[in-house]
């Protein structure tokens, strides 16, 4: 562990990302910032860098977050969150124009459809839930008869929005998620806790095993858990996409570890 350069500056990292593990390391032992590191708490055993300081749970909405800004001596903001992390990003964006704190949102690019994909993009969870509902599997080739056949769909949205599947009672549903979900689940599942980076021979491997139809997924980017796309683009599956929400408007975004430290290198020569 390296520790930080007395004085440099401070930064609150609002992480639950790779992409922000990797920019709390950067700036800690390479940049010379005293970074606090934050996570929402939603994970029990959360991978944290080990080079910084460290605090867990909801800072109770933008007051409660601008107060801490002010209590730590912040210099700067960033959030590096997930993209569908959209109250965290608001609430950022609230503080920072509430206390002057310059603010950066880092988000890793989305993915992009490529040749050979079956792609349905929707523009919320809801959106997808509709879509799943109409589903029906086209299963010519696949050595099985569609005729009136419930669909078989992956569903890899992540633990939150899980509840709003939960009036589908035609699919079978298999559900990846890394924390055990909340009882409110559609009633004809299995459950899968399980955590990337995932290969796509594995991925592949289990959506023919569970004989999946479609994937619905977040554009979550990023390589960790991108291997089921290709995966259901070799085996021709659909893919539901849900949309990213909107990063807060006017403020700062770059789209890699290294953009970011550019923009604090360029903010601290500034100040
Ligand atoms: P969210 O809906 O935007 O956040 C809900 C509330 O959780 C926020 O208003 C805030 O509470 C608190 N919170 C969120 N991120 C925080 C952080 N880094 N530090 C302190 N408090 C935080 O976000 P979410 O979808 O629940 O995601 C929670 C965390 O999990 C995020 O940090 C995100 O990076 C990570 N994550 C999310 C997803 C996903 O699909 N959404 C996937 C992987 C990882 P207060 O209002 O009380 O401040």
């Known amino acids: ?38 996570l929402a708490g939603r994970v029990r055993d959360p991978r944290v860098p080990p080079s910084c300081r460290v ?4 800072f109770g909405g933008p007051d409660g977050l601008a107060a801490l800004l002010r209590a730590e001596r912040i210099d700067t903001l960033i959030d590096a969150t997930h993209p569908f992390a959209a109250r965290m990003s608001a609430s950022a964006a609230t503080a920072a124009a509430a206390t002057g704190h310059p603010l950066l949102v880092l988000r890793r690019p989305g993915w992009r459809e490529r040749p050979g994909d079956h792609w349905q993009r929707v523009p919320s969870p809801p959106a997808a839930v509709d879509l799943v509902e109409r589903f029906i599997p086209d299963r ?20 939150g929005d899980l509840a709003l599947f939960a009036r589908l009672d035609r699919p079978w549903f298999l559900i990846r998620c890394v924390e055990p979900p909340d009882p409110a689940l559609p009633p004809r599942r299995a ?27 977040k554009d979550s980017g990023g390589s960790m858990t991108a291997a089921k796309l290709t995966a259901a683009r070799e085996l021709g599956l659909p893919v539901i996409m849900i949309d990213r929400p ?26």
């Open 1 to 38: 562990m390296t520790a930080p350069t007395p004085g440099g500056p401070r930064v609150l990292l609002l992480g639950g990302t790779g992409e922000a593990r990797r920019l709390a390391c950067a700036l800690t032992e390479d940049a010379g910032c005293d970074v606090l590191y934050s």
């Open 55 to 58: 605090r867990v749970g909801g």
């Open 140 to 159: 010519r080739g696949a050595g099985t008869v569609a005729g009136g056949d419930p669909p078989r769909v992956f569903l890899t949205t992540g633990r």
């Open 191 to 217: 459950i899968l806790l399980d955590r990337g980076p995932f290969d796509v021979d594995a991925e592949r491997d289990l959506l023919r095993r569970h004989r999946i139809d479609a994937v619905v997924t």
């Open 246 to 271: 909107p990063v807060p408007a006017g403020v700062d975004v770059v789209n890699s570890v290294e953009a970011a430290l550019r923009w604090l290198a360029g903010c601290t020569d500034a100040g």
